[in-house]
């Protein structure tokens, strides 16, 4: 359908009503919320009537928990794939020592050919290189890794902090 003047007097009046642009669109029927939006624009109409949305400012939500109650992932926050982390955690406790990189022998090495669904698929080295493969120990449990591997993932917030700081120090 076509912009007819008795269309434009409509779209103009609905607008200085304050009528959002969709909702005009749905009474005129036959345009799109884009082609009303054209039109406004074009017909160089502005100042509206009403507006939808208010100048106040929002009041702030003031139902937070006292900080000893809040979660420990609310309170330090969490990056990284956490899907895993409460499962780990109680798998297995964490060792607060530094971790080191393996140095996985040839024979337990795996490709992407000879991983299997017990094996530990932590990458090691460059995709694109002909060395890399991946850890290939037995896995903990249902995690993806093995239980060295499971420590580097899923280090808790606070650890990856300090070890930031001392080597930054």
Not at 65 to 93: C, D, I, Y
Not at 108 to 130: F, H, N, Q, Y
Request: net charge positive; glycine share 8%; proline share 7%.
């Amino acid at each position: 359908m076509g912009w007819t003047d008795e269309r434009v007097e409509l779209l103009k009046k609905l607008w200085a009503e304050g009528l959002s642009a969709s909702q005009i669109a749905g009474r005129l029927g036959g345009v799109t919320r884009n082609a009303v939006i054209g039109k406004v624009h074009r017909l160089g109409l502005s100042g509206r009537a009403t507006s939808s949305r208010s100048n106040a400012p929002r009041p702030r939500r003031t139902t937070h928990l006292p900080r000893q109650h809040r979660a420990t992932s609310l309170m330090f926050g969490t990056r990284g794939n956490v899907a895993l982390k409460a499962q780990f955690e109680a798998e297995a406790e964490p060792d607060l020592a530094p971790l080191e990189e393996l140095v996985i022998p040839l024979a337990e090495r795996a490709t992407i050919v000879t991983l299997k669904e017990s094996m530990c698929r932590w990458p090691i080295g460059d995709p694109g290189e002909p060395e890399f493969h991946f850890c290939g120990r037995k896995k903990l449990g249902s995690l993806p890794y093995c239980e060295h591997h499971a420590r580097m993932a899923y280090q808790p917030v606070q650890v990856r902090r300090r070890e930031k700081r001392l080597a930054s120090g």
